[in-house]
């Protein structure tokens, strides 16, 4: 397995902002497309972005679209989330994954590698 490991969750009002990151220490995260992906309390996981390697094309659901923003490090191994504008309805749990390509549809899930989780609440 590729052991990803998110940072960066937490508590933020409406409006606020957050930046996940995903790293890995044993693989080359520029190999992969990473894709971050969370899931709600009494919900189905959804995903939200997916960057692609080597292009480096950044996806995103609807629901995200201007307002999250995908980007690669590759000197740090590192890919981040950049979320902006939060709203009470992007609380969740938030992993990155990773898989050769993209899932056709960036709403899917279909990942072969992926990290933890970390908790992202939008509440006032």
């Known amino acids: 397995q590729v052991p990803l490991v998110e940072s960066g969750g937490g508590l933020v009002q409406p409006g606020g902002s957050l930046r996940l990151s995903c790293s890995a220490s044993?693989?080359?995260?520029?190999?992969?497309?990473i894709g971050w992906v969370r899931q709600a309390p009494g919900k189905e996981r959804e995903g939200v972005s997916c960057?692609?390697?080597?292009?480096?094309?950044?996806d995103y659901a609807d629901s995200v679209k201007g307002r999250f923003t995908i980007s690669r490090d590759n000197a740090k191994n590192t890919v981040y989330l950049q979320m902006n504008s939060l709203k009470a309805e992007d609380t969740a749990v938030y992993y990155c994954?990773?898989?050769?390509?993209?899932?056709?549809?960036?709403?899917?899930?279909?990942?072969?590698?992926w990290g933890q989780g970390t908790q992202v609440t939008v509440s006032p």
């Open positions: 994954a990773a898989a050769w390509g993209c899932p056709y549809y960036t709403t899917e899930t279909e990942y072969d590698y």
């Open positions: 044993e693989f080359t995260l520029d190999y992969y497309a």
């Open positions: 960057i692609g390697s080597p292009n480096g094309r950044a």
